[in-house]
């Protein structure tokens, strides 16, 4: 059974750091591109970054670039989010995703929040 778990949300002042990790099992992990999404309340859900199967390519949302590396070890099973340069518009749930076969497979959620 696919699972992705999340960690290393939390509270953090605007031009801080965060890293996030997010542990995947139950899938050949390194056989599947991973993204990261995040949720601000009462806004839609969207991408932030992806990484390709052996981490060589990435996309990034325009308002993270620069800011932001995904980053995976296939070895571990866990792809990261290094949030660099933070700022308030940060602030959302942020979402660990994989797609296979067209099924969408999402963690929990780990919470960032960023003070000005």
């Known amino acids: 059974q696919v699972q992705l778990v999340e960690s290393g949300g939390g509270l953090v002042q605007a031009g801080g750091s965060l890293r996030l990790s997010c542990v995947a099992s139950?899938?050949?992990?390194?056989?599947?591109?991973m993204n990261w999404y995040r949720q601000a309340a009462g806004k839609e859900r969207e991408l932030v970054a992806s990484?390709?199967?052996?981490?060589?390519?990435?996309n990034y949302a325009d308002s993270v670039k620069g800011r932001f590396t995904i980053s995976r070890d296939n070895a571990k099973n866990t792809v990261y989010l290094q949030m660099n340069s933070l700022k308030p518009e940060d602030t959302a749930v942020y979402y660990c995703h994989a797609r296979m076969e067209n099924i969408d497979y999402w963690g929990k959620g780990t919470p960032v929040t960023v003070s000005s």
């Open positions: 990484i390709s199967t052996f981490g060589l390519n990435t």
């Open positions: 139950g899938f050949t992990f390194r056989r599947h591109a």
